[in-house]
């Protein structure tokens, strides 16, 4: 469900454009070099279960 | 234009105030975030009374503190009284059309109380934390489009920000400094994997196809982008309500049920210990045609319980009587100087169970039973010259803990007897998720 982010009027009236190209604080475009974050459903299976466990979720 | 207000709350879980723009943060995690504050009121001091995510809500929405309503614990055995008050079903009473776009009443049933409607996108996932502010937003702005023919009360509960903590791809190199999010050499989360969360993140949302992210610095990366695609999603909300001619008579709130612990205190990535960064929670309400100056900062304390009073008042409701909460709309919209409390009270009974009293200056926080932690029982900070919390200065100023914790006890023991209880609730539970976690290891 997610998507590319759009312009929105509160941006428009009152910030400065978010970058065009991912950057660190630095300024050191670092993007390549980061793993590829991918939560599978049994690793978010895996989550239910565990917080089930600890009582968090029913 | 209708007399009464549209009114929608946002609560955005486990949004650390200090991580936003217009509450001091460096980095540009919320540019659209920042510009609504500007349009609206910023609330500087605002805490929880108690966390983490159902007894903080079960305060937003009944304006009571914990003591008061008994719901201490997260997953613990207390239940909501059906008599206290709440505030979905006074606006309900009050010639509202209620929608809840929400999680919390498939955990526990009171916060499905006064909703006409209930909304819940997150049954398309098997964790419901895992439904972004996209899935909200799609179906809060449809509704909002097709249903109300008069004063509508919206609840919006984005999961962006909780745990676990996975951005969308293209934000990517954002926030980062560089280093090695994967170094195996890097050992500053190895405490994590002993409290059953951090085990749990290590096993799955930390695992990635170049190794197990051992940099805390980019996990706080992560953080931040989710802070940042929330922002996104704030905007997209505001928009649609621009476009359909609502801002002007809808009142806005933003606000955090508690926030979130990064390192601190040795509390990784999650949101207990009654340190400021859980227990400060961000407040901005916008709310254009009920005379709230764009741009005021208010500075006096003030809590979540004091919410339901001030939508109530602001929808023209009568406020029950047996409410905690004070309202501030006088102040919100001019009508008074800013005024708060000289001191306020908070709790948490999952993690750890303890209260704390946190005036301007200091901090004083009483355990009930000993923290996984190793953490004294009695911790006094001095939040002027240690804003972070990091000095326990108990055994260095004793009069005044000593002062704190009688002052405390007192309060708690008011509390109690105005609210008819014999047993102090965060006794009675107990650290909930420790026995369990116990019970379970044994």
């Known amino acids: ?58 | 234009m209708q007399a009464k207000p549209n009114i929608i709350l946002i609560s955005a879980d486990s949004l650390r105030a200090n991580h936003l723009g217009c509450y001091g943060y460096t980095l540009p995690t919320s540019p659209n975030i920042d510009a609504f504050a500007g349009q609206g009121a910023l609330f500087e001091k605002v805490f929880a009374p108690g966390i983490p995510t159902q007894p903080s809500h079960t305060t937003i929405f009944t304006g009571q503190h914990p003591v008061t309503h008994g719901v201490v614990a997260h997953g613990g055995k207390a239940k909501l009284g059906r008599g206290t008050p709440f505030l979905s079903e006074i606006l309900l009473e009050n010639g509202y059309t209620t929608c809840a776009v929400d999680t919390l009443f498939r955990e526990r049933i009171w916060f499905g109380r006064g909703w006409e409607y209930i909304i819940d996108p997150s049954l398309h996932h098997l964790f419901y934390a895992s439904v972004t502010q996209e899935e909200l937003n799609d179906r809060a702005i449809h509704w909002m489009k097709t249903v109300p023919k008069g004063p509508f009360f919206m609840f919006i509960h984005y999961w962006d920000v909780h745990y676990p903590y996975t951005p969308p791809d293209r934000m990517r190199g954002l926030f980062y400094k560089g280093g090695n999010p994967t170094d195996p050499d890097n050992h500053e989360l190895d405490e994590w994997w002993d409290h059953p969360v951090g085990a749990m993140a290590r096993d799955t949302w930390l695992r990635t196809a170049n190794g197990l992210i051992t940099d805390p610095n980019y996990v706080t990366a992560l953080y931040d982008r989710e802070v940042r695609y929330l922002d996104e999603g704030i905007a997209a909300l505001s928009d649609a309500l621009d476009k359909q001619g609502l801002a002007e008579n809808t009142m806005v709130v933003l606000l955090a049920d508690h926030g979130e612990s990064m390192t601190d205190h040795r509390i990784f990535y999650d949101h207990y210990g009654l340190h400021d960064c859980v227990v400060r929670v961000p407040t901005i309400i916008r709310w254009p045609g009920g005379n709230v100056k764009p741009g005021t900062r208010f500075a006096p304390f003030r809590q979540l319980s004091d919410i339901a009073p001030t939508l109530l008042e602001a929808a023209g409701s009568e406020l029950p009587e047996d409410l905690d909460g004070k309202s501030f709309l006088p102040q919100l919209v001019g009508r008074e100087e800013p005024s708060g409390y000289d001191q306020v009270v908070g709790l948490e009974s999952t993690w750890q169970s303890k209260y704390y009293l946190r005036n301007s200056r200091y901090k004083f926080i009483l355990a009930r039973y000993p923290d996984l932690l190793g953490n004294p029982d009695r911790e006094l900070f001095d939040l002027e010259a240690d804003p972070g919390e990091d000095h326990n200065i108990a055994a260095d100023q004793p009069q005044l803990a000593a002062d704190m914790e009688r002052e405390l006890e007192a309060w708690i023991a008011a509390k109690m007897e105005a609210a008819g209880r014999t047993e102090d609730p965060v006794t009675k539970e107990g650290p909930v998720a420790v026995e369990i976690w116990e019970q379970h290891r044994a």
């Open chain 1, 1 to 58: 469900m997610q998507q590319e982010p759009q312009k929105h009027a509160l941006a428009e009236a009152a910030i400065p454009e978010p970058p065009a190209k991912p950057e660190g604080p630095g300024g050191a475009p670092d993007a390549a070099n980061e793993p590829e974050q991918v939560l599978r459903p049994e690793d978010e299976a895996l989550v239910v279960e565990r917080l089930r466990e600890l009582g968090y979720i029913e």
